[in-house]
């Protein structure tokens, strides 16, 4: 059964530490998303790779967060230094896509990663 | 930037009633998505409309999408207690990007 698959599920850490969430896609989508979950905020996108090209990382606070696609089996997201303000689930996502305006990009959510930072 | 707007946020009701919810956006999508969040796990699509004036049905779930293509509702009939969750709708902006709106916490008690 293919599916998105995130490590950690979960992280506790300290202020100012640093931390790395990584992301399996589903083999063979050429699309990665990640987006982070807060009560307040709902789910906004930090960034997007397509064929492991950055399209889009204009979501993510640059001076600490940094997103990367090593291999097409891999995606990272890195934030340091951490702060409590970072505390959210982290959620990557992968779809299949040409690209076409009306081809309704069908993505797939992995279970997500807890992050608290205190 | 193309927001959805989704109403009411939160929701709750008793086994057998009938609810809609609405995502509402002043621009127009060329499709619109709606996903169910459960506890713990990921958004999982529902289903996709394309087509203005679209209706689609998912068992008890009717899906439309309006004839202007601004904006979605969702009708469930006969709630059941397994349709808890939060039911997000999301559209495409630009080519590839997917915006979410802020959710309807659903919870239907028994």
């Known amino acids: 059964d293919a599916r998105v698959t995130q490590t950690p599920r979960h992280k506790v850490t300290e202020m100012g530490q640093e931390v790395t969430m990584r992301c399996q896609p589903i083999l063979g989508h050429n699309t990665v998303f990640w987006y982070r979950q807060t009560m307040m905020q709902g789910l906004e996108l930090l960034a997007y790779?397509?064929?492991?090209?950055?399209?889009?990382d204009s979501g993510m606070p640059k001076d600490r967060f940094s997103a990367e696609m090593p291999d097409a089996t891999l995606a990272t997201l890195k934030i340091q230094p951490s702060e409590p303000r970072d505390s959210a689930v982290y959620f990557c996502?992968?779809?299949?896509?040409?690209?076409?305006?009306?081809?309704?990009?069908?993505?797939?959510f992995g279970e997500g990663s807890w992050l608290t930072v205190v | 930037t193309q927001l959805l707007e989704q109403s009411p946020q939160f929701l709750s009701i008793q086994e057998g009633e009938n609810l809609t919810v609405y995502c509402n956006s002043s621009s127009v999508f060329s499709s619109l998505q709606w996903y169910r969040q459960e506890p713990g796990e990921g958004p999982v699509l529902l289903v996709t409309?394309?087509?203005?004036?679209e209706v689609k049905k998912l068992k008890r779930l009717t899906f439309q999408f309006g004839d202007a293509r601004k904006d979605s509702s969702l009708h469930i009939t006969a709630a059941q207690p397994g349709d808890t969750g939060l039911y997000l709708c999301?559209?495409?902006?630009?080519?590839?990007?997917?915006?979410f709106g802020q959710g309807t916490r659903l919870t239907i008690n028994p």
């Open positions: 790779f397509r064929n492991r090209a950055p399209l889009d």
């Open positions: 996502a992968s779809g299949f896509s040409m690209g076409a305006p009306k081809s309704g990009n069908t993505i797939y």
């Open positions: 409309v394309v087509t203005g004036g």
């Open positions: 999301a559209g495409p902006q630009g080519a590839q990007k997917l915006v």
